[in-house]
């Protein structure tokens, strides 16, 4: 009896990584190629197929992540939290958290900096830790470093000079850190001691570590109550996050 080839094709193309080892046994040689045939032809004249496979399996993607990413907050609460390498700004005695994982040369975190700040400005309660992430070379490395003296020594100015680096134009470096340091009153020859006797290895460390098992792979990258929020999501969406945690103790209620 011949089988209806179109009618296979079309009913279970979506299915086809499951299906075809089966088919695979079930067809002779020239039923295969014919199967393969059909197939083609259908995906050629229904190319949204492709598409609304390709959006399946980036929304089971997402899930997946979003799943490993709350099981990893879950577990390194107090390192993401409450890590002693982090300072933080706003409100330290704020009653909901934010948790920001940057680098000063990242353009998205540059102009998201605006939308936090602009939260910060309409919410006087929220507790803003920053979360140094030096990903994009050797520059964003040594600033980092100036950084991390600079918070060692003058944890007070820390807000001033992360604000500082952040809406200052020209890409991040040592020089310009170090120049930014000097302007807030920390000497270049107590920041160069400094990074000398107690560098930064630990804290990044840490902070990849971290960024690994919550699945971070950029910047800026935010983790409010128990969710992560990669990418710069906007004023909206990082107040809707801190407003549930207030609500229910969760980013989604």
Not at 31 to 51: T, W
Not at 113 to 131: C, F, G, S, T, W
Request: proline residues 4%.
């Amino acid at each position: 009896m011949a089988l209806n080839f179109k009618m296979i094709a079309a009913t279970t193309v979506a299915l086809l990584p499951f299906m075809l080892p089966v088919a695979a046994h079930a067809l002779d040689d020239a039923q295969k190629k014919e199967f393969g045939a059909f197939i083609r032809e259908y995906l050629l004249e229904n190319p949204e197929v492709l598409v609304e496979a390709q959006q399946a399996l980036q929304e089971k993607q997402e899930t997946a992540r979003m799943k490993q990413a709350k099981v990893a907050v879950s577990s390194n609460t107090d390192k993401i939290f409450k890590s002693t390498y982090d300072v933080a700004i706003g409100n330290p005695e704020g009653d909901v958290t934010v948790v920001e994982f940057f680098d000063y040369n990242c353009g998205y975190c540059r102009r998201a900096h605006a939308d936090m700040e602009a939260v910060l400005e309409q919410d006087k309660n929220i507790r803003y830790v920053l979360k140094e992430f030096p990903i994009l070379g050797p520059d964003s490395e040594a600033a980092h470093k100036v950084s991390d003296a600079f918070r060692k020594l003058s944890p007070e100015k820390y807000g001033d000079f992360f604000r500082a680096m952040m809406t200052s134009e020209g890409r991040a470096s040592e020089e310009s850190a170090i120049a930014i340091a000097s302007d807030l009153g920390v000497s270049e020859e107590k920041i160069r001691a400094k990074m000398a006797e107690s560098p930064n290895t630990a804290s990044v460390e840490e902070t990849y570590r971290l960024a690994a098992d919550l699945g971070i792979t950029g910047t800026p990258s935010y983790v409010i109550g128990d969710e992560m929020l990669p990418g710069a999501v906007g004023t909206a969406a990082l107040s809707e996050k801190l407003g549930n945690v207030r609500s229910c103790g969760q980013a989604t209620c």
